[in-house]
């Protein structure tokens, strides 16, 4: 008795120590630590190792590190609900060969490393509840052989496969014997949002089948999705199986006058339900607007609407449908019939758009370690009904990438640039070819510690056709109506300028071309500037005889 006592106290003093506020005790377990509501934010060293059952709950431990508990060997029940613990290490349960359960309730886990149970090959009970746990893998039950509880309710479970049970060895284990060899096993599977299409008819399957001394807890699992499922239980549905999509189109050619409104529809049957795109010129559009409606179960209508058409909306368009079983497309052509007299137009845009004002003034909004952001302002009669087209590439590429940008964008981002590299990138009207003033040609530095490390800004060398530019700090801007010849005076004053920084101390500016930025105030391309005033003064001017043009409404 009075060596129990001395245990006793010694236990005592050691939990004294290692949180105020835990206690401890012995019931039908065994010997036990409890802790509720305090602090932690780490498992404490220093808990006793002849434990059998730790309680751990409602504390601020975020984490499960590796070898969390291996030096308690005698424990049995671990407790660590309602915690902010969102990462368990794969090692975390060396050392509990003889945990029989493991409680997780009310965490922050989206995944579990389901590996990490080899070293429990005697749970039983694991409870994982009240998580945001969204996939389970195909061999997350394997090394669990003698688990007899599993609660997996109130996660993000949306799909998973059959061949997850199919793979747990306690299901094939009692499937083997006439008479079960243990009394119930009982399945949480309730209260996640379940997705009802033909990715989930095994897992379906699986549960209708389900026998003693299998047990769901809840067996009305319910349907979230898609839309016209959810809310049906799983008994109510019927799951075909899975197919690529069959994309048609009602109209495969199509003329339409000059100035009227088109919609384009196309037709997607696909399980499961597939992702719609549309293409003009093997070009993805961008700011358009797509309307999307169920016709059955398994098919999709996409419309594409073209309002106030021109003679550059003719073109074949694309209308493509994938899943991950595989993809189809269909195109639609398009014809814009123009009245009589109307062709006069070499340049095959409409009248109202051939008069537009076509101003555009673009510049380099945004640098970053990955690229550039470009912004642009049009002066157009429409802006509402305004496409642009997005012309990109390397400066000596004849043939650009072309992007297609809907009316109500002004910003394009380029990304993933290659060093020493000259590019061009040009913003016009939808279809029409650069004109001078629409483009920007910028090259990529060479200094290959910061690319390599890329924790400064890309250097730029900024040449563009409208205007010298207010550029952010590491780029340099002129103009390229001086016959670029400013470009080679920017390399040249800028591999100068290098040479004399790396022969200075190390506190002045290396490796950038921060130091070239007073060199617009040397007069370097000083008449490009000139230029831009007077086309601008232009621009104001055919913009204002415009508007005297068009009739005032008279005051009252």
Sequence with gaps: MLLFVTVLLDLVTKLSHLAGGCSCGTDRFGRSLTCMGIALTQIPEDIPEDLTKIRIEKSQLSELPKAAFSHITCLKHLWLNFNDIAIINIKSLEGLGNLTELRLQGNKLRSVPWTAFEETPNLKILDLKHNRIDALPEHALKFLPGLTYLDLSSNQLSVISKDVFMNWPLYHTENKHEKPTVSNVVLALHDNPWLCDCR??????????????????????????????????????????????????????????????????????????PAIRWTYGLKILRGFREIQSRVDEDTIRSQLIIPSLHLADRGLYTCFANNFIGNSSIGILLDVKSPEGSLSHSSDLPAAMAEENVYIDIRIAKQTVYGITVEWRAVTDNPAETWFTIHFGRYDTLKKEQIYIGPGINTYSVTDLLPVTKYEICVTLKNQAPR???????????DFNEMEQRERLIHIVVIVLAMVL???????????????????????????????????TSDERQGTFDSLQAASDEGLCKESSKELKARRRSAEKLQKTKNERRPTAELY
């Excluded at 069959?246 to 196309?266: E, F, H, K, Q, R």
């Excluded at 002129?478 to 800028?494: G, H, I, L, Q």
Aim: hydrophobic content about 35%; some cysteine.
């Design 436 to 446: 001078n003033g629409q483009c920007i040609v910028f090259v990529t530095g060479s």
């Design 200 to 273: 989930l008819g095994g897992f379906i399957e699986f549960i209708k089948s389900l026998s003693p001394p299998f047990i769901l807890m809840n067996s009305y699992l319910t349907c979230s999705g898609p839309e016209f499922k959810a809310g049906k239980f799983f008994h109510e549905v019927g799951l075909k199986t899975c197919e690529k999509p069959v994309v048609s189109a009602p109209v495969s050619n199509i003329t339409v006058p000059l100035g009227g409104n088109i919609t384009l529809t196309c037709l997607a049957t696909a399980r499961p339900e």
């Design 470 to 504: 207010a550029v952010p700090a590491g780029m340099y801007a002129c103009t390229t109506d001086a016959k670029f010849t400013c470009f080679e005076r920017c390399t040249e004053m800028w591999r100068n300028r290098r040479h004399t920084e790396h022969s200075h």
